[in-house]
């Protein structure tokens, strides 16, 4: 578990997260992880689903968009409310569209941009002053293997996830010493349909499990890892070919 300076009058003395896209897959994956290492957390989801998750781990759930201003308020405010701290903001995104260049209109540009780096912002901005009150915080962002190696059949996440990447770094050296930002570039997860063509090129041999996922992005959270910041890591099974 983190380690904290002295808590002020009212505030939890278990750390706190929140916890974005968590109904499935990735998020729900990084709740019931941080809820096992000792985390409150508070949990958002466009599904229902996100609310057994929540009741699973004792959690805060509220029903909300990424893409929504209002919505994030509402979950850092849940989490001042609740338990008057935030130590954690795992800022994980849904599916992007996919296909040739030039088979993707302007909207799907345009809504890729709004979940992959304006959410990134819209989170940081409520979270980051609530982070500091507490004496100092992680982000991590899902972004994509796409970001490490181009992949013509995803060039929305190939794009605006290299993007995330910069962000990341450029956050992380404004934001710092109080608050580490990072992101976990994924490459195919089991609870996606992966064809088996793209199965057979995995080195590994198979898709990630969510928990597998789960247990690097809580590491991030983790004074474990109070050293790293501004890094973008790929956890593909050795999927991506690029040296860097």
Same mark, same amino acid.
């Given at each position: 578990?983190?380690?904290?300076?002295?808590?002020?009058?009212?505030?939890?003395?278990?750390?706190?997260?929140?916890?974005?896209?968590?109904?499935?897959?990735?998020?729900?994956?990084?709740?019931?992880?941080?809820?096992?290492?000792?985390?409150?957390?508070?949990?958002?989801?466009?599904?229902?689903?996100?609310?057994?998750?929540?009741?699973?781990?004792?959690?805060?759930?509220?029903?909300?968009?990424?893409?929504?201003?209002?919505?994030?308020?509402?979950?850092?405010?849940?989490?001042?409310?609740?338990?008057?701290?935030?130590?954690?903001?795992?800022?994980?995104?849904?599916?992007?569209?996919?296909? +040739?260049?030039?088979?993707?209109?302007?909207? %799907?540009?345009? &809504? /890729? #941009?709004?979940?992959? @780096?304006? $959410?990134?912002?819209?989170?940081?901005?409520?979270?980051?002053?609530?982070?500091?009150?507490?004496?100092?915080?992680?982000?991590?962002?899902?972004?994509?293997?796409?970001?490490?190696?181009?992949?013509?059949?995803?060039?929305?996440?190939?794009?605006?996830?290299?993007?995330?990447?910069?962000?990341?770094?450029?956050?992380?050296?404004?934001?710092?010493?109080?608050?580490?930002?990072?992101?976990?570039?994924?490459?195919?997860?089991?609870?996606?349909?992966?064809?088996?063509?793209?199965?057979?090129?995995? +080195?590994?041999?198979?898709?990630?499990?969510? %928990?597998?996922? &789960? /247990? #690097?992005?809580?590491? @991030?959270? $983790?004074?474990?890892?109070?050293?790293?910041?501004?890094?973008?890591?790929?956890?593909?099974?050795?999927?991506?070919?690029?040296?860097?």
């Amino acid at each position: 578990m983190p380690s904290h300076p002295p808590y002020p009058l009212g505030m939890s003395t278990s750390p706190v997260a929140i916890i974005t896209a968590a109904s499935k897959g990735i998020g729900a994956a990084c709740a019931r992880k941080l809820a096992e290492d000792g985390y409150r957390v508070a949990l958002m989801s466009r599904s229902e689903a996100g609310r057994a998750v929540a009741e699973e781990i004792d959690g805060a759930w509220l029903q909300g968009d990424l893409t929504n201003d209002s919505d994030i308020a509402a979950l850092v405010d849940t989490a001042r409310e609740r338990w008057n701290r935030l130590d954690a903001a795992i800022i994980n995104t849904g599916h992007l569209a996919t296909g +040739p260049l030039l088979e993707l209109d302007d909207d %799907a540009w345009r &809504a /890729g #941009l709004d979940m992959v @780096l304006l $959410s990134v912002m819209r989170v940081a901005k409520r979270a980051v002053p609530l982070m500091r009150e507490s004496g100092g915080g992680a982000i991590v962002c899902t972004s994509g293997a796409a970001a490490r190696d181009v992949m013509d059949d995803y060039p929305i996440s190939t794009v605006l996830r290299s993007g995330l990447t910069a962000m990341v770094r450029l956050a992380s050296r404004q934001w710092a010493p109080d608050i580490r930002v990072n992101a976990v570039m994924p490459g195919f997860v089991e609870t996606f349909d992966v064809p088996v063509e793209i199965i057979e090129q995995i +080195p590994a041999g198979r898709a990630a499990e969510p %928990a597998e996922l &789960a /247990g #690097l992005m809580a590491w @991030l959270c $983790s004074d474990a890892a109070r050293y790293v910041t501004g890094e973008s890591i790929c956890m593909d099974g050795g999927l991506t070919r690029a040296v860097r």
